[in-house]
């Protein structure tokens, strides 16, 4: 445990230091977001450009987190215990590219949808029976959306069949 913290300190402190736009805090056994970070990075918060959290063991992330960088453009979850995202998601104007794979979505997170700069959005291997196409398809900015290896419901497959404006992902390409 003291090892991830200390991990977890230096990635932050090396973010702070070199004044770089990303901060990598991928594989540091993160249950949560630690609240310390936020002091720590609030001189640098409007910099920071990408956020990687990826296979950590995430719950939940904090409507802090949102409010905080509101600057990002990127955002990797992958590979965590998600199953919902905070009413704050919609504070992100900037946000590009959403990664949710591989987490317990059973249900469509239907906030991405109000986040109007998305472009990008891969919800790969979760539990989603439904996707909002309507809402989808409304939004401006979305060119890709990845929903493989989730068990969609014949009424969400056969919506899918009439092709809509942005690129889905199905099933693995042979």
């Known amino acids: 445990m003291a090892e991830a913290v200390v991990n977890v300190a230096r990635r932050i402190n090396a973010t702070v230091e070199e004044g770089r736009d990303h901060l990598d805090l991928s594989n ?7 609240d310390g970070v936020f002091k720590v990075l609030s001189s640098v918060s409007d910099n ?3 956020i990687t959290l990826a296979d950590n063991e995430l719950k939940a992330i904090s409507r802090k987190f949102f409010s905080t960088f509101t600057q990002l ?8 215990v998600l199953t ?3 009413d704050s998601l919609e504070e992100m104007t900037q946000l590009r590219s959403i990664n949710l ?4 979505f059973s249900v469509f997170p239907d906030k991405l ?3 109007t700069t998305l472009e990008r959005i891969n919800l790969e291997g979760n539990n989603i029976t439904e996707i909002p196409l309507e809402k989808l398809s409304a939004m401006p900015a979305l060119k890709w959306l990845n929903v493989m290896s989730n068990p969609l419901d014949a009424n969400t497959q056969s919506a899918l069949k009439s092709p809509p404006k942005f690129d889905i992902l199905l099933t693995k390409e042979s």
């Open 48 to 50: 920071i450009r990408v």
């Open 28 to 34: 540091c056994k993160l249950i949560s977001f630690p």
């Open 101 to 104: 794979a591989k987490n317990s």
């Open 113 to 115: 949808t109000e986040v």
């Open 84 to 86: 919902k995202l905070p």
């Open 73 to 80: 453009r990127e955002l990797d979850l992958h590979g965590n």
